[in-house]
């Protein structure tokens, strides 16, 4: 077991050993010293700003840009890009240095004939549009009334399959504020405590060789199409969308790292060929251009 792993195992027992602490003090006689309780929490922060500072400096020199493939066909639109910040998602751990992640976008209508056919007698329903995040009501939604619920996702490069997980769970979203501040106070902090696994929920890791790994996260229950130890072939697709783990809508979280185990992983930071890295905001469409059309304010940094 290496340092990094050792420290990041250590910071979760603090942790766990801190609520056992504070549970127990409501029953002890006499009870725990309140300094005493403190203790393990004191030593899980010290431990994560140790580790954070071996990623941060790694992040000063980072490796070369890796070109792969886009993970998805389509048009969706790009959130908490590393094309605006480093790390794009806030933190250097669990090889988010250069995370990003995307949503899908319905596929515009096409223009009216000069002189339109009648309209037949039932009402006509166009692509679903992205659920915007709503302050109050309704609190969550359910998934399918995501437009990137299902979608497939594809291999970014030639590989082979290193780890595939596809049991938990699809929550409903957690794209208004009740539902935004029981995920950021109580469900994230309990993920936290559980391990990379619990955050990124269903997740896969390719090994596109080189010391270069892809990893895709928060995918569908039970939509793998992949095995570990399989190699594949880019473009192939490897499972769907879905809203596994910390996340607060159906989306695809997706970064290249240096080791497939999260827990020491370095970001890598990547180029998608024929797209680059869209910018918060920017809509694309896979094998194209992005077009740089700009979502709400209140739509963007509300993903993770």
């Known amino acids: 077991m290496s340092v990094r792993k050792a420290v990041m195992v250590l910071y979760r027992v603090c942790w766990i ?14 009870p725990f010293p309140y300094w005493l309780t403190w203790v393990p929490a004191a030593a899980a922060i010290a431990l994560v700003l140790a580790a954070g500072r071996k990623a941060r400096s790694a992040a000063a020199d ?10 998805v066909s389509g048009r969706w639109t790009a959130l908490n890009s590393p094309a605006d910040k480093v790390p794009s998602h806030g933190i250097h751990g669990y090889g988010q240095t250069y995370a990003i992640d995307i949503v899908a976008e319905p596929e515009p209508e096409p223009e009216p004939e000069p002189e339109p056919e009648p309209e037949p007698e039932h009402e006509h329903e166009g692509a679903p549009s992205r659920p915007k ?19 497939p996702l594809l291999a970014v490069a030639d590989g082979t399959v290193v780890y595939a997980a596809d049991g938990r ?18 469900e994230a902090s309990v993920r936290d405590v559980l391990g990379p696994g619990s955050i990124v929920g269903n997740h896969l890791v390719l090994d596109l060789g080189d010391g270069t790994y ?18 594949v072939q880019a473009g192939r697709q490897l499972a769907e969308c879905g809203n596994s783990g910390n996340s607060t809508e159906p989306h695809v979280h997706f970064q290249l790292m240096d080791d497939p185990d999260l827990d020491v992983a370095i970001g890598v930071p990547f180029t998608w060929r024929g797209i680059g890295v869209p910018a918060n905001g920017e809509t694309f469409t896979a094998g194209g251009a992005v077009d740089g059309r700009p979502v709400p304010d209140s739509d963007k940094a509300q993903v993770f």
């Open 214 to 231: 892809a990893m895709y996260a928060h995918l569908r229950r039970g939509s793998l199409r992949v095995r570990v130890g399989e190699a």
């Open 133 to 151: 995040f709503r302050r109050l009501w309704p609190i969550a939604r359910r998934n399918h009334h995501f437009p990137a619920f299902g979608a």
């Open 62 to 71: 980072p490796r070369p840009v890796v070109e792969v493939e886009p993970p």
């Open 169 to 186: 769970r699809d929550h409903l979203s957690r794209n208004s504020l009740p539902a935004l501040v029981y995920l950021m106070l109580i």
């Open 17 to 30: 050993t801190f609520f056992a602490m504070v549970v127990l003090s409501l029953f002890a006689h006499p």
